[in-house]
């Protein structure tokens, strides 16, 4: 499923590439819930949890069977 999803995640980023940010596959775990990072300015954003469940968890869901969930995993701070 790994494979489908980054396969997936290419129309994704050419929409969030538009504003100066990237998606990064952190997982996929055996329920289908797929762990991402955002990137670039979507990091920061205050509309980035709005951006994972309604672009990117919608077409994850859409084009890949077996996603059940899309989950922000944020980088960690020091």
């Known amino acids: 499923m790994r494979e489908e999803v980054e396969k997936a ?3 994704v980023r050419e929409f969030l590439k538009m504003d100066g940010g990237d998606v990064e596959l952190v997982d996929v775990t055996d329920d289908g819930v797929v762990k991402v990072r955002l990137m670039g300015a979507c990091a920061g954003c205050p509309f980035s949890a709005m951006t994972v469940q309604t672009h990117v968890q919608k077409t994850l869901m859409e084009q890949v069977p077996g996603v ?4 922000n995993v944020a980088l960690p701070t020091l």
């Open 68 to 71: 059940t969930k899309v989950e």
């Open 9 to 11: 995640l290419e129309s």
